[in-house]
């Protein structure tokens, strides 16, 4: 098998090379190097989905054979699932991390961190598959790319000048085109989105252009000069998404049957994180894209359309910004946007949302808020807590099926790579989920913690978890910091009667039926109706971080003589049920 990039006869030679690998097969069909060549004809021909089965197979006969998952790795990076691409990329290295021919994963593995956005990082796999490879040509133009994109561009103008010096002549047109053994034309639109990156990295290296490969887009549209090559918005994730499959599946196929689709649920639970997933998987299905719209750092509700607008790309020059505004340069668009953090502007979420809708039939609208919009076609999706074990749950296996402890265990060991994920720790770690209900950001706080106090102290101070639950990222919103920071946020959103019915409502210690609610929240001041003012629950979200805790001082900071009539009137109600039981 040989590369055969864009030759003339590109495909003579594959059809000689699968007429020689059939009659081979013919003559012995289970022969495994037959069986590799028929996977890297497949892949030539852009039939990607047939060589992931075919390269499967070979892992199933031969599961420490490194190039079969490699293989895979290509095929899901040409696919557009780019994630996926870089795991089989990390299992080939796993597998044979001293291999001859380590660096053809190597330069996958650098290609697909590139297109992620990880440039850092693919900048040590691309220096590590040149290591394995110094005479990999083409090795040096992907590391110019990723050194220009990470910052340092006086050393990715010397690996480039070493490149040009092998190929001289080569423009970025050619470099797309004539160096890789897949057409283009082939490939997903999100691979072919995605590789704008790395071209933009190897023009910042100072290749020069040539041929322009980048698509025209309608001026209005054109996004600012800084984002080009990628998606606008948070459109390419640091971290892998963990135990959210079949929540991307179902709101991915809510998307193809509604236009507007909310991700609700209560603060710290993952409804950014799943809508930008799911906005990056439709993206072929959009003839213009998909776009996000970050509306969590806005504090006026009137600057929403400019953050839409800002998402979008959108150059309108002359007046004051409005939702009509953007809805008239958006007419006719296929395009779906992504309104996150919608909850403390949640008016003009709503507006913008369904002025745009009504001036474009083929757009998608996918809300993320802690309360729904409740605008016309609005369709639901509560975003539910990772999957945590039974309690009682000893087998290792079992345990690591579960999201929430795959989680934990994944981010454990990016603060601390010493930890192992043996029984003990993981039957710690499931006990840590199961502590806090599934709920990522508190999964990922406890995570962080492990590192510096361990594991077995992180499960001993959960009782205490306010204080111990601190030091999220630095780059993350405020609220998203600690975990009080987010219960907080979601009760300062409260209007004061929804306060009031909060606070009594932390009488209880698990959770509690509607008649419960009424009996101890409607108490002087708040009529029965109150609790379900506006349609919306009285905790709207808080509650679960309170009510269903083991956490008696969880609103610490909001005890006033409201809980103590509330503790009464729970009291005069469990007497009431006492008296009525069956002696």
């Known amino acids: 098998m040989i590369n055969l990039y864009q030759l003339e006869e590109r495909e003579a030679l594959l059809d000689e090379a699968e007429h020689m690998v059939s009659r081979g097969m013919a003559l012995s069909p289970d022969h495994f190097a037959l069986l590799k060549a028929r996977g890297l004809l497949l892949r030539a021909r852009g039939r990607f989905s047939e060589a992931l089965v075919a390269n499967r197979a070979l892992i199933a006969r031969n599961p420490v054979e490194p190039t079969a998952y490699k293989e895979i790795g290509l095929n899901k990076l040409y696919l557009g699932e780019t994630q996926d691409a870089v795991d089989w990329f990390r299992r080939a290295d796993a597998i044979a991390p001293r291999d001859p021919d380590r660096w053809t994963w190597l330069q996958g593995l650098g290609r697909a961190l590139m297109q992620l956005g990880h440039d850092s990082e693919a900048v040590t796999v691309l220096s590590q598959a040149m290591d394995s490879n110094p005479g990999y040509v083409r090795g040096r133009a992907w590391l110019a790319a990723a050194e220009a994109l990470a910052g340092d561009v006086e050393r990715a103008q010397l690996h480039l000048a070493e490149y040009m010096a092998l190929e001289p002549g080569m423009t970025v047109g ?28 190897l023009r910042l290296a100072g290749m020069p252009d040539g041929t322009d490969t980048r698509r025209s887009r309608d001026p209005e549209l054109i996004p600012p000069e800084a984002g080009r090559g990628t998606v606008v918005g948070l459109l390419q994730p640091v971290t ?18 509604n236009r507007l689709v909310t991700l609700i649920g209560e603060g710290g639970i993952g409804k950014t994180r799943l809508g930008i997933e799911v906005a990056r998987r439709l993206m072929p299905e959009f003839a213009d894209g998909t776009r996000v719209a970050e509306l969590g750092p806005l504090s ?40 996150d953090n919608c909850e403390h502007v949640i008016e003009a979420a709503a507006r913008i949302g369904r002025i ?11 809300a993320t808020s802690r309360e729904p919009l409740r605008t016309e ?16 749950t000893e087998d290792r296996d079992e345990l690591l099926r579960h999201g929430a402890v795959q989680l934990f265990l994944t981010r454990a060991r990016a603060a601390d790579p010493h930890l192992w994920p043996d029984t003990r720790t993981t039957t710690l770690a499931a006990a840590i989920c199961r502590r806090l209900d599934g709920i990522p950001l508190a999964i990922e706080l406890a995570a962080a913690r492990g590192a510096a106090l361990g594991i077995e102290e992180v499960a001993s101070r959960l009782n205490d978890r306010f204080r111990l639950l601190t030091g999220g990222h630095r780059t993350a919103l405020p609220r998203h910091q600690t975990l009080r920071a987010t219960l907080d946020w979601s009760y300062e959103l409260l209007a004061e009667p929804e306060r009031v019915v909060l606070r009594r409502l932390a009488v209880f210690a698990g959770g509690f039926t509607l008649e419960a609610a009424v009996a101890v929240a409607a108490i002087t001041r708040i009529t029965p109706g109150g609790c379900h003012r506006r349609h ?45 039981a069956p002696r």
């Open 300 to 339: 006026n509700p009137e600057l929403v359309p400019n953050a839409v607008a800002t998402a979008l790309g959108l150059e309108l020059r002359a007046g004051a910004m409005s939702a009509e505004r953007v809805a008239n340069a958006l007419a006719g668009r296929q395009l779906m946007i992504v309104l």
């Open 174 to 201: 050619r470099f797309v085109k004539e160096r890789s053994s897949v057409p283009l034309e082939v490939t997903s639109q999100v691979y072919q989105h995605e590789i704008e990156r790395i071209l933009e990295g």
């Open 536 to 580: 919306r629950k009285p905790d709207r979200q808080v509650a679960r971080h309170v009510g269903t805790r083991r956490q008696p001082d969880a609103l610490s900071d909001a005890r006033d003589d409201a809980r103590l009539r509330s503790r009464k009137a729970h009291g005069k109600r469990r007497i009431r049920f006492a008296r009525k």
């Open 240 to 257: 892998e998404l963990i135990g959210r499959e079949a929540e991307l599946s179902k709101v991915a196929d809510l998307m193809r049957t």
């Open 356 to 366: 745009l809708l009504h001036a474009s039939p083929s757009l998608r609208v996918l």
């Open 377 to 392: 076609g609005e369709c639901l999706y509560r975003v539910p807590p990772l999957a945590v074990p039974a309690e009682g």
